[in-house]
C-alpha cells in the first residue's frame, strides 16, 4: 500500500503544497484548513491503535488528503470510512487509491469544506489540521457527534477541551514537514450532554423526595451541585466520559457515591453510601437560563 501512495503523494505535495499554503495564509480563506502534508505512515498506525479501531467503525477523516487513514482503516480492520477533502485533486488521488487497494465499497471521499461536513455518522474522527482550525472545530464535534465517539488529533490538541489521553514519539520523517521529529497525538471521547436542570430520584432511605440536579458543561470544565429547597450542595469530583457519568454528594451527613449511563434525557445508575446500595435515576427538565 506504502508504495502506490509514495509515487502519487509526492508528484502532488511538489505540484499542491505551495498554492495550498499560500491559500491558508490567506485570511479571506477561512475554509482552507491547511497545506496537504501526508501523515507519515508510522504516524498512521498509532493514530489508528489509539483510537483502537474495529470492524463496525465509520471512520471519518476530516482534511483526508490522499485517503491513507480512512483506506488503511478499511483495509485492515474492516471498518467503513468517509474522507471529507477540499482539493479535488486529493479527493480523485484518494479514490484511486480505495480502487487499488480494493476497499472503494467501505469507503468514499467527498469533496467539500468541512466546517460543513455532517460528521454524525461517525464513530470515530481523525484530525491532522492547523492549531487555529482544530480550535474551531471544536464546538461542532462536541455539538454534533454521538457520545462515546473517538476523536485522535495529530500534533494539535482541541483547546481548551484537555485530552483523555496524550501518546508522544519521535518520527524523523517529520524534521521534513516541520524541523523537528517530536510528534504528540491527543484522544478525546465525546461526553454525553449533560447541561441543564434534572429531577434527580434517590431511593427513600437516602432522599424523601426528588431533588433538583443542575449541570454545567463546557469543553474544559464540567460542574454542578444539588438544591434541595435548603440550599446548594455541590457535585464532587462530577467526570463525564462517552455516556459514562460519575460524581460525589454529601447529602445530610451521609457521602454518597453516583456512577451512572446518560441516554438522551434520561440518567440511570446505582449509587453507594458506606455499606448501603440503591438505584438512581435523573430526568431531564430544562436548560440553564442564558
Known sequence: MNSFFRGVA?????????????QDLDDSKDNVAGPYVPTPWVIVEQMLKLADIRGEDVVYDLGSGDGRLVITAAKRFGARGVGVELQTELVEMARIGAKHEGVADRVKFVQGDLFQADIRPASVVMLYLLPRFVTRLVPKLRA??????????????LAPWPPDKEFSMDVAEKEMISGTSWTRLYYYVVPARVQGAWELTLPRAFAGAPLTLQITQEPDAVGGFVHDGGGELYLRDLAVRGEQIRFGLLYKGRLMAFEGT???DAMTGELRARDQRGHWTARYRASPPR
Open 144 to 157: 454534533e457527534l454521538r457520545p462515546g465517539t473517538r476523536i485522535v488529533s495529530h500534533d494539535y490538541p
Open 10 to 22: 509526492a508528484a502532488l505535495a511538489l505540484c499542491a503544497a505551495a498554492p495550498a499554503l499560500a
Open 262 to 264: 446518560v441516554a438522551g
